[in-house]
C-alpha cells in the first residue's frame, strides 16, 4: 500500500512524499495465512469529523498532530507551498505530519464530508 504524506522542510515549506507503511506477518486467525499488519499505537483517540457543506477551502494551515487523515466521502485536495497539489478519492490515505510552518490548503469536495482522523506516534514512519 502507498501512502502519500505532507511535511515540513527546515525552513517551514510544506511539501509532498510517498512511502509504505511498515508491515509484519501476523497470524490474525487460525487455520488462515498470514496477514500483513502495521503497528498503530498511540493514546491519542481516532476522530471521526464532518466538514460542513458550505466550507469548500481551509486555507494555510498545519496539522494539529501527526495523523493519517482519510476522506469517507467525497474527493480531497490538498496543496503544498512549493504549489504541488494532490487529490484523493475516498478511502485514499495522505500522512499529514506539518505540524508546524507555513501549513498546507486543503480543498473539500461539494457537501458535507466525512473524515476519519488517525493519530501516529512520532516513531512511526514510512518506508
Not at 502507498?2 to 522542510?9: E, G, K, L
Not at 478511502?91 to 507555513?102: N, P, S
Amino acid at each position: 500500500m502507498r501512502i502519500s504524506r505532507i511535511y515540513a522542510d527546515a525552513d517551514g515549506g510544506s511539501h509532498f512524499a510517498d512511502g509504505a507503511p511498515p508491515v509484519a506477518d501476523h497470524r490474525l486467525f487460525p487455520h488462515m495465512p498470514l496477514f500483513q499488519v502495521t503497528r498503530l499505537m498511540g493514546a491519542n483517540p481516532v476522530k471521526l469529523f464532518s466538514v460542513p457543506a458550505e466550507v469548500s477551502v481551509a486555507d494555510l494551515h498545519t496539522a494539529p498532530e501527526r495523523q493519517l487523515a482519510v476522506s469517507l466521502s467525497g474527493w480531497v485536495e490538498y496543496e503544498t507551498t512549493d504549489g504541488e497539489v494532490r487529490r484523493l478519492k475516498p478511502g485514499e490515505i495522505m500522512l499529514v505530519e506539518d505540524t508546524w510552518g507555513c501549513g498546507h490548503i486543503t480543498r473539500f469536495d461539494d457537501g458535507e464530508q466525512w473524515f476519519l482522523h488517525i493519530p501516529v506516534p512520532d516513531d512511526w514512519h514510512l518506508i
